[in-house]
T-cell receptor, first 116, second 113 residues
Framework: KAGVTQTPRYLIKTRGQQVTLSCSPI?????VSWYQQTPGQGLQFLFE???????NKGNFPGRFSGRQFSNSRSEMNVSTLELGDSALYLC???????????????FGPGTRLLVL | AQSVTQPDIHITVSEGASLELRCNYS??????LFWYVQSPGQGLQLLLK????DTLVQGIKGFEAEFKRSQSSFNLRKPSVHWSDAAEYFC???????????WGAGTKLIIKP
């Protein structure tokens, strides 16, 4: 079974631009979560989608948004990029969501975003 | 509030020596507990998990962890480390109420030759 894939793997943008990151979960997984990882803040939860619905959201500004499609693929978008948005963005998939019914999240390799 | 503490930011161990990485959690009920490993520039790989039952859990790459409810701990151990174990290790708690993982800050493992 193919793992979680994320595209692109690397991205360079300038301040003020917007960016869209993509995540394809493991086949059959309906839950997709997004995390931001930075050296200073560690791993921070962005949001989680299940069957095209956002079920939970972390403490990030509205510039961060996401969506999930009917095939469970997910995208996250960051508008009006700031220097502090430079990070590794990780996507994780599971059957029904972390913490629910003994679920395990499986992570993709991440998209490394550099904002100049 | 739910939280995970990994008290050691860095740990240096000689190759062939034993390893123990500490993880303490705060959670109102029996938690779901995980250890993940991240190699430089890579995503997170699941090492092992605890849901219930036997408190000693075996994982991949020769790792094991023990859930101790009385100490709110889930420490990761390996009897003999290899240079390839150099990475960052994250402990996490699965929060059943809101479908997210709560993460520790990570412990960076450095292997001395």
């Amino acid at each position: 079974k193919a793992g979680v894939t994320q595209t692109p793997r690397y991205l360079i943008k300038t301040r003020g631009q917007q960016v869209t990151l993509s995540c394809s979960p493991i086949s059959g997984h309906r839950s997709v979560s997004w995390y931001q990882q930075t050296p200073g803040q560690g791993l921070q939860f962005l949001f989680e989608y299940f069957s095209e619905t956002q079920r939970n959201k972390g403490n990030f500004p509205g510039r961060f948004s996401g969506r999930q499609f009917s095939n469970s693929r997910s995208e996250m978008n960051v508008s009006t990029l700031e220097l502090g948005d430079s990070a590794l963005y990780l996507c994780a998939s599971s059957l029904a969501g972390a913490g629910a019914r003994r679920e395990t999240q499986y992570f993709g390799p991440g998209t490394r975003l550099l904002v100049l | 509030a739910q939280s995970v503490t990994q008290p050691d930011i860095h740990i240096t161990v000689s190759e062939g020596a034993s390893l123990e990485l500490r993880c303490n959690y705060s959670y109102g009920a029996t938690p779901y507990l995980f250890w993940y490993v991240q190699s430089p520039g890579q995503g997170l790989q699941l090492l092992l998990k605890y849901f219930s039952g036997d408190t000693l859990v075996q994982g991949i790459k020769g790792f094991e962890a023990e859930f101790k409810r009385s100490q709110s701990s889930f420490n990761l151990r390996k009897p003999s480390v290899h240079w390839s174990d150099a990475a960052e290790y994250f402990c996490a708690v699965g929060a059943r109420s809101n479908y997210q993982l709560i993460w520790g800050a990570g412990t960076k493992l450095i292997i001395k030759p």
